[in-house]
Structures are given as C-alpha cells and as structure tokens.
C-alpha cells in the first residue's frame, strides 16, 4: 500500500524496555470509515487522496501497518479516585512518532485495537459511541484553543463489544504530542527504577521542553514547567464550562494537552459541584474542584520524580513541597487572568476579585446557563434566563458596566471577550442526539455539530438551535459516563 505521508520515527521503543511491549493491533472483522479528519490529516502532510478508501480504511483500522511504524503499547501506573493502580494501554497501541512538515513530532495512537499485556480484564476494544465523542469532544476543544490531544479518524470494526448491552466496536485514531503522563513516571517510582526515571526525565526535557536541556536539575525544572502547563491548562477548561471527569494521574499528561475524554461535559448550568461521571460518588473530579485535584496529582507526579530534585531525600521533599505549594498561587493568577478576559476587565482594580466572586454567586443561585450569561454580557443577546431579571443581577451589571468604562480601551475589552467568551459549546444533551443518531448511521447532527464547534466565538446566525443548555427539568438526567 502507497505511504500517505507518514513520517515515523521511535524514539519511545529506544527507551528502556520496561516501559512498553511492542506488539501489533489485533485485527478486526470487517472496518468500515465512520469518519475522517481531512483538515487535521493536511496539516499532518498526510495525503489521503493518493489512497483508496479501502486503503484508509485498513489503515485507519489497524488492519495494516504503515511503513516505519513500530508499534506499541506504553507501560503505565496511576491514581484512580485516588487509588493507586498498575495500569498501561490495555485497548490501545502507539504507532510511533509521526514527524509533521512543520517538524513536530506527534504520537499517532490507536485506540480500541485489541488486548494487549496490560489489558487486565478488559477486551481491549471500544465502543463506537464513546469513540466518536472523544472524536467531537477533543476536536471541539481544539476549536476552542484549548491544548488538547486530536482526532483523526473513527472506524467500526464490524464487531460488537459487550457492555451493559453488546455495542458497535471501533478504533479511534487519537493523535498526542506525546501520550507521557504522570502515571508515566509513576510506574518507574514503585519500581525504584531510578536509572530508567532519569533517562525518562531526559527523554522528556528533550521531546517537550528542550530549552531546560542544559539545565543542571532537569527533574526539577521539568517539575515547575509541568505544574504551569496544568495550572493554565484546568483554568482553560474552567472558562469553557469543560469537566474532564476521570481526572486520574494516568489521565494527567506531561505536555499540557488535555486527555482522555471518558465521562467528561460542558456544565450547562453554573453548579461548582456538577461532575458528570456516574462513578464519581464524591464529586472527587466534580467542576470546582479541578484544580484541588490538579495540584493533588502534581504532588503525586513529584513524588514519582523526588530521587532526582536531590541525594539527600528530606532536602529533594522540601524542594517538592515548595514547588508544589506554588500551583495555587500561579492557579490563582491564571484563573483571575482569564475571568478578567471573560469580563473584558484590562486593566487592575482592587475590586476586581469582589465583582467577579458576586457573579459566580448571582449564577449560582439563579441556575444559570454559564456560557449564556457571558453571551448576554458580551453582546446583550437575551437568553431565558431568570438571572436577567434578578435585582442584584441588575446592581451587579450596573457596577460592571462602570468598572468596564474606566477601561482604557473599550475595543480592546470587547476584542478580549469575544476571544475568551465561546458562543457555542458542545453541550452535552445535543453530543448525546448526536451521538445515539450517529450509532444508527445518520451523521448528519453530528457533522453539523463538528462544524459549528469549528469555529466557537463566531455568532454567524446558523446555529440558534445549538445556544440554549437542556430543559431545567432534564438537569437531572445530565449524569452520564461512556469510555
Ligand atoms: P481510562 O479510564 O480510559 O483512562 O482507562 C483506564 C485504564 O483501563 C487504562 O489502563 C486503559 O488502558 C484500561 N482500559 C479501559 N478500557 C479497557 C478495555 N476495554 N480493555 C482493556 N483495558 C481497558
Ligand atoms: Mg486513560
């Protein structure tokens, strides 16, 4: 089969082999194309036009290998709920490192493509729903400007998977910068592998952090550039309404990019405590507490790194502990420095945190739609919402309004909402139309959906019926988890 453009190369398989088992997909029945990335494929130089669908297909499938592809599956640990678990991919295999024109260097992984060493009970396979929701979910969040792991392409495998019920079975294309995470680490930490944790750290520093390269501690600065890449990373989601909702250190990467889209959401209405995932009994991974949880696994992933902040271990946990107690501060930062671009905010003011803190409580307690109430404040649009009618609603924009003229530059604070506030967010009862019309065939919501979530913060008039969050009465109902 001709080579679409791929570009591998395997550093991952060059690492000590501990932390992989190279093996194949397994092959499926009879793939069929669900859908495929065009524009993502295109910017990876990838040309799918010299191929046959059949080709892409089988491709796409894990029925046929690409050139230069060695294969994998990554060896891992992780925190799950809290709980400390040997993991690793037990339905998915890393092709290999894909080298784009522009020179980066991607993971290309296969998800759902058979049982594998670290499989434990599982079958190795997925389900085309959930697949096709981490496809429309991640491309969403690339739409919104939020780091995150791709989508390129979803194949049925002709097979059933048994759930609570038999499902379609399909394999997702997931493409990463690269798919280290926390529990990468972790792995190596309960071994005491500490020989094969610094080549890790170096590893690491060179594919994703090469200006540290030179650096005489590279644990350590790897340590402070992972707690900033999360702590700007879990305010991103906190200003979209996003809950990642199997927040797990195994679901925690290195690079900043979101991962892993299980039982994750957009909350409609504004509720810190909303989580979405029917296994989070605790609201462990609930909304509010993402950052709690954020800075709970980066205490965890320096744990896994202490050995090489310091020889001395009560010196290299007091190196740990200092840098882990900055994450609230740069959270913190972070957080007010996106709430203040929510609100068109430029420049400082005492009272800032006060008008921002009253918002959140205005919301909270009139059940209001999070994303349409920084709509309305951005462009008046009326959403039905009780909380334009609320006096001290009325007071607060008020107050609001006059903090906003004693801005500078009133273009500039529209410009900064309009880059902050999404108009469409990929609410979770139109993903779940979608999805169910999607599972029987019809992709037309779906693709209708993938195209206005294409392009966010842009009100073109199209997609009226796409704004308004589920009925109050369906609130309930809202709880959902699919992997
Ligand atoms: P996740 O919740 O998707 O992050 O998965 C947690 C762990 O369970 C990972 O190690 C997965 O590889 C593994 N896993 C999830 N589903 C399956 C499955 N159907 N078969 C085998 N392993 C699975
Ligand atoms: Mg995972």
């Known amino acids: 089969m001709k080579n679409i453009g791929f570009k591998f190369e395997n550093t991952y398989a060059k690492l000590p082999d501990i932390l992989a088992t190279k093996l194949v997909p397994v092959p499926v029945k009879k793939p069929k194309l669900i859908i495929f990335n065009n524009r993502l494929a295109k910017d990876l130089g990838l040309d799918v036009n010299s191929v046959s669908e059949d080709d892409l297909t089988n491709l796409f499938s894990g029925n046929k290998l690409p050139t230069g592809s060695e294969p994998l599956a990554q060896a891992y640990c992780g925190h799950q709920f809290g709980h400390f678990v040997m993991l690793g991919d037990g339905r998915a295999i890393v092709l290999g490192e894909h080298l784009t024109p522009s020179g980066k260097r991607i993971d290309i992984q296969f998800k759902g493509s058979g049982r594998t060493p670290y499989s434990r009970s599982g079958d190795g396979r997925a389900a085309l729903g959930p697949m096709l929701r981490e496809y429309i979910i991640s491309e969403a969040m690339h739409g919104l400007n939020i780091p995150t792991t791709r989508s390129l392409a979803v194949v049925a495998t002709g097979e059933m998977v048994q759930r609570e019920v038999a499902l379609q079975g399909a394999v997702l294309t997931r493409v990463a910068s690269s798919h280290l995470r926390v529990g990468t680490f972790q792995y190596l930490a309960a071994r005491q592998d500490i020989k094969s944790l610094k080549e890790l750290v170096s590893y690491t520093i060179k594919r994703h952090y090469p200006e540290f390269i030179n650096s005489k501690n590279q644990a350590l600065e790897l340590l402070r550039i992972v707690i900033k890449k999360q702590a700007y990373l879990i305010a991103e989601w906190m200003r979209v309404s996003f809950i990642h909702g199997v927040m797990n250190t195994d679901n925690m990467t290195i690079s900043g990019e979101t991962i892993d889209y299980g039982p994750c959401a957009f909350m409609d209405y504004y509720d810190p405590k909303t989580v979405f995932s029917s296994i989070d009994l605790h609201g462990r991974y609930a909304f509010g507490n993402q950052p709690n949880i954020a800075e709970w696994n980066l205490a965890r992933f320096a744990e896994s790194i202490l050995p090489l902040f310091d020889l001395d271990n009560k010196k290299a946990v007091s190196i740990a502990e200092q840098e882990i107690n900055n994450f609230k501060d740069i959270f913190k930062n972070n957080f007010t420095k996106m709430m203040k671009g929510k609100l068109g905010l430029i420049s400082n003011e005492?009272?800032?945190?006060?008008?921002?803190?009253?918002?959140?409580?205005?919301?909270?307690?009139?059940?209001?739609?999070?994303?349409?109430?920084?709509?309305?404040?951005?462009?008046?649009?009326?959403?039905?919402?009780?909380?334009?009618?609320?006096?001290?609603?009325?007071?607060?924009?008020?107050?609001?309004?006059?903090?906003?003229?004693?801005?500078?530059?009133?273009?500039?604070?529209?410009?900064?909402?309009?880059?902050?506030?999404?108009?469409?967010?990929?609410?979770?009862?139109?993903?779940?139309?979608?999805?169910?019309?999607?599972?029987?065939?019809?992709?037309?919501?779906?693709?209708?959906?993938?195209?206005?979530?294409?392009?966010?913060?842009?009100?073109?008039?199209?997609?009226?019926?796409?704004?308004?969050?589920?009925?109050?009465?369906?609130?309930?109902?809202?709880?959902?988890c699919g992997t």
Do not use: C
């Open 350 to 480: 005492i009272e800032d945190d006060k008008l921002m803190k009253d918002l959140f409580q205005l919301m909270f307690e009139n059940e209001a739609d999070y994303t349409n109430t920084f709509v309305y404040l951005m462009n008046g649009s009326v959403p039905q919402e009780e909380l334009i009618k609320d006096k001290n609603f009325i007071e607060w924009k008020n107050k609001w309004n006059s903090r906003l003229s004693r801005n500078q530059d009133i273009i500039k604070a529209k410009e900064l909402m309009t880059k902050n506030n999404p108009i469409i967010i990929p609410r979770n009862h139109l993903i779940e139309s979608a999805l169910s019309k999607a599972e029987q065939g019809n992709l037309d919501e779906f693709n209708k959906l993938i195209l206005a979530l294409k392009d966010p913060y842009k009100d073109n008039g199209q997609y009226t019926g796409l704004k308004n969050p589920a009925p109050q009465s369906e609130k309930k109902y809202q709880t959902f």
